[in-house]
């Protein structure tokens, strides 16, 4: 039941700040409703309802996810008119660009405050226990606030983090609270705070189990170490990657092989077989994001939304040895290649696919990007050649090796997992969209669009979003990104 209670609570704040924007006066940074969270039952229920709405596809089921995809040279949309359409072709003004990009990861924040505003006068007999709840809503908290900030905010190296991020709310705000947007700078210092805090937090047995469909210890400092790199921290990049490997493989965990890679994605986690998934989404038959869902905006036979670009496809094709060629479907009928990444587990349908949200993989190659900026060229082989042997047993890693060489690996093995744009603009490169034509897969060609759209770096303003309109109306104090 209580379960039931604190999703309907952030389903109810969903509802506020999706359906009918140009009603809603309310800024999704107030959290409209509280549930009392009195001992163990009520986090781990609380916790239940913020997992739960990260199944939606508004959330990380679809857009959260596909965004980074889209917006970037990798993928591309089919036409205009499907799903990703306006992210692909950078259309999004402050009137028609979803409000849920912004609503959303704020009412999850405000879910998480909750439970972070009352965990601590919780009195349990096992402190560990508590510890972990606290230690995913701080997590979950980082995990949000660092999306936000990516999708509308600068890349932190821009500026060192000068200019606008996004509020940083880390109290449970009233309707009529009206944050205004911290710097980008502040943002970051907030989620590495909350991300090395968790960690901390989930050093117990509870944090470092196996935990299906939870954040734990090994996912977090995956998760920070991304943060670190983009933040520029290579040297505590290093280290957290480093744990998160260590840490993970004593668990049990480990990189798919070779013959597991292809079909690993269908494959259900286990306590005893967790492979590398550190963090997912659980989608099922009877809870289900539905088809506006990953997998299947991502397949032939669903909405065929969103596809690989003919560049991305050539450039895998280079080596047809490669395994991770397995999980991208050639269609003969739609005449372009899809990511088969999102494929659904046991006897679910497509659109039920489960979303790895964090891998070992990123760990590793985590490691050997931050190993290569601090100049340690023998563990940038060694874990970068963990990934390119995995991917084909007759390749290894030698010599030094170059930070292009760790960006073009990360694109090979994350694509789809809505990390592209990202990683192309961080440390100042560009998006690139340039078309290798194949007649096997003549419809993989990009859109018409402007020049402007076509090759781009963290200087043109609409690498990132316009914040909702919505939001600016019921939030004075909300300034909007520059140029919209």
Known sequence: MKKYIAICLVGAAMLTSCGNDWLDLEPSTSTFTETSVLNGQDCYASLNGIYSTMQSAYAYSGRLVYYGDAAGDDMQALSPTKRTGNVYLLSFTKNNVQASYWS?????????????????????????????????????????????????????????????????????LDRNAKPKRNTVAEDYAQIISDLEEACKLMDNKYGKAFAKGKINRFATLTLLSRVYLYHGDDTKALEAAETAITESEKAKYKLWTNSEYATAWAEDCSASAPGETLFEIINLTDDSPGKEALGYLHNESGYYDICCTSSFYAMMRENPNDVRNDVIVASTKRKVPFCNKYQPQGTEIIQDANIRLLRLSEAYLNAAEAAVKTGDNDKAVKYLDAIVNRADPSSHVSGDVSLEQVMTERRKELFGEGHRLFDALRDGGYVERTDVPDKKMSKALHLTMAAEKMKFNWNYYRCILPVPISEIDANPNIEQNPDY
Not at 111 to 121: G, P, S, V
Not at 141 to 160: A, I
């Open 104 to 172: 959303y990861p704020y009412s999850m924040i405000g879910a998480c405050n909750n439970i972070l505003a009352q965990i601590d006068k919780i009195d349990e007999d096992d402190q560990d226990l508590i510890d972990f709840y606290k230690g995913q809503a701080l997590a979950l908290r980082g995990m949000f606030l660092f999306d936000l900030t990516k999708v509308f905010g600068y890349p932190y190296k821009k500026d060192n983090g000068a200019s606008l991020g996004v509020p940083v709310v880390k109290e449970v």
